[in-house]
């Protein structure tokens, strides 16, 4: 495990802040006690930052340079992936293929932002006079990425390589059940010869080190991923400060299965959609809107594969389903089902801790099916953002649609059917972020990804997630070599 240290500015200290203790949720042995950041800490992070990002040493590179610095990360990541899975498994009990995966992704996605910084272009544009016009692009200077628990690699990849491509200094939050793989990042990045101050990795809690983050003059974005709540209120002490925000925030996403979609094949999707990292994903599919004709035959179809899904420990390559991240975290899971039962939802499967020796010294809860409720109930409206699909059946296509917006979140839905003119219809007409047609939770670091309502503002990825860390800037270049005609005769009088 990474040791008890900080990494602020360009150098390993001790934190001055509150301990953080992370554990192994298969069994709940103890990972590392950490340290983690004072606000004293922060403020001279925030200090090394501004520093480093104003020194033409880094900030007059040229876009090819500031890329090598992001290829060798990647580079650095790639070769580190199964220490990275192994870190990242320890901290959050996800399994190890899993975190490999997201430990390749993160490396791609470094790549990628370095590609894009070579080849990114800014635009001479048409004049309407005798001058040249340019829109440019440049630096927003210090930027601070929150970043949440469920999959810390990937998810800081996804904020700090474009924040770094884009010329800034970035200043990283991990969460504090997750801290380690986010320290593994630091000395992959201090090893590229990234210049010092220009990062920093800095645990600790949301009311000091996040609240910090958020409003210190000097930091002039922040980037978060996570629960909606925070997620306002870091907009609203970002508008006291008329600071650009990205949120990527919570969801209640719909998958909704026609009576002519490949059954199978939707069969395996919706299962992959909500149990797949045990549920614990922004964007799983967590509500199931099945048509009415093949409701019956399609959840007991459903049920049965899910009673086969193999929970087990992280480390086991058969296990599908792995331990949920902490004992807190599966109360309130558990206590959404009870709200569920206590709404009249009927359950099919699931509904408890699985029973067994490997199963009680771990934090596991088994795959979860509820039906009985209309789209009113709390399970309906509220993200649980773990192993627990609720069930619903629908009429026709405009009472799925109806069902799958009848939401506060937009962030993505899942659309099976053969007929591609119905669900180019059904993704038009749904909001949210993503649609998946005929699979589901499938990424390309190349797609924009984000929300819509209460799932967030703004994208990631894509070749615009590097401009969503820069700053736009006009030039104008006159060419006429005259003085301006408003002022030419009282020029030629002073003369």
């Given at each position: ?29 103890l990972n590392r006690v950490l340290h983690g950041a004072s606000r004293d800490d922060v403020i001279e992070a925030i200090e090394r930052a501004a520093a480093a990002q104003r020194d033409p040493a880094w900030r007059n590179l040229k876009a090819h340079e500031r890329a090598t610095s992001l290829y060798r990360i990647a580079q650095g990541i790639a ?244 331990p949920l991240v902490h004992d807190d975290h599966r109360d309130s899971v558990a206590d959404h089902v009870k709200i569920g039962l206590d709404e009249g939802a009927t359950l099919l499967t699931g509904g408890a801790p699985p029973r067994g020796e490997i199963y009680d010294q771990g934090i596991y809860y088994a795959p979860t099916i509820l039906a ?124």
């Amino acid at each position: 495990m990474p040791p008890d240290l900080l990494y602020l500015g360009g150098e390993w200290r001790p934190g001055r802040g509150a301990e953080i203790t992370s554990i192994f949720p298969a069994d709940r042995s103890l990972n590392r006690v950490l340290h983690g950041a004072s606000r004293d800490d922060v403020i001279e992070a925030i200090e090394r930052a501004a520093a480093a990002q104003r020194d033409p040493a880094w900030r007059n590179l040229k876009a090819h340079e500031r890329a090598t610095s992001l290829y060798r990360i990647a580079q650095g990541i790639a070769e580190a992936a199964d220490r990275i899975a192994h870190i990242q498994s320890r901290d959050t009990g996800k399994t190890l293929k899993e975190t490999r995966a997201l430990a390749l992704s993160a490396a791609g996605t470094f790549r990628y932002f370095a590609a894009v910084l070579e080849t990114a272009e800014d635009a001479l544009t048409p004049s309407r006079g005798d001058y040249l016009s340019v829109s440019a692009h440049e630096p927003i200077g210090v930027v601070a990425a929150i970043t949440p628990w469920n999959s810390p690699i990937a998810s800081d990849a996804q904020k700090v390589a474009p924040a770094l491509a884009a010329g800034n200094a970035v200043l990283l939050k991990p969460a504090s059940w997750s801290p380690l793989v986010s320290l593994e990042l630091a000395r992959i990045v201090e090893a590229s010869g990234l210049p010092k101050g220009l990062f920093s990795v800095l645990p600790g809690s949301g009311a000091v080190v996040g609240d910090l983050l958020v409003s210190h003059p000097a930091v002039g974005k922040v980037s978060f991923t996570g629960g909606t709540e925070v997620g306002r209120g870091i907009a609203r002490k970002a508008a006291d400060k008329m600071m650009p925000v990205s949120l990527e925030l919570g969801g209640k996403s719909a998958t909704i299965v026609f009576a002519d979609a490949d059954l199978e094949v939707a069969l395996a999707g919706v299962l992959f959609g909500i149990f797949s990292s045990s549920g614990q994903s922004c964007i799983a599919g967590s509500r199931l809107l099945v048509e009415r004709s093949i409701y019956g035959a399609f959840v007991q179809k459903l049920v049965s594969a899910t009673e086969r899904l193999v929970v087990g420990h992280p480390f086991d390559p058969a296990t599908q389903v792995a331990p949920l991240v902490h004992d807190d975290h599966r109360d309130s899971v558990a206590d959404h089902v009870k709200i569920g039962l206590d709404e009249g939802a009927t359950l099919l499967t699931g509904g408890a801790p699985p029973r067994g020796e490997i199963y009680d010294q771990g934090i596991y809860y088994a795959p979860t099916i509820l039906a009985g409720v209309d789209n009113a109930a709390r399970i309906c409206r509220e993200e649980i953002f773990g192993p627990v699909l609720v069930v619903m059946p629908f009429a026709d296509e405009a009472e799925a649609v109806a069902l799958a917006n009848d939401s506060d979140f937009g962030l993505a839905c899942g659309v099976w059917t053969r007929d591609l003119l119905r669900a180019r219809r059904v993704g038009g007409a749904v909001a949210a972020g993503t649609v998946w047609i005929n699979t589901y939770k499938q990424f390309s670091v190349a797609t924009p990804f984000g929300g819509v309502r209460d799932s967030g503002l703004g994208r990631e990825k894509g070749r615009d997630g590097l401009r969503a860390y820069m700053t736009q800037k006009s030039y104008y270049v006159d060419t006429s070599e005259r003085p301006h005609p408003w002022a030419a005769a009282s020029i030629g009088s002073a003369a």
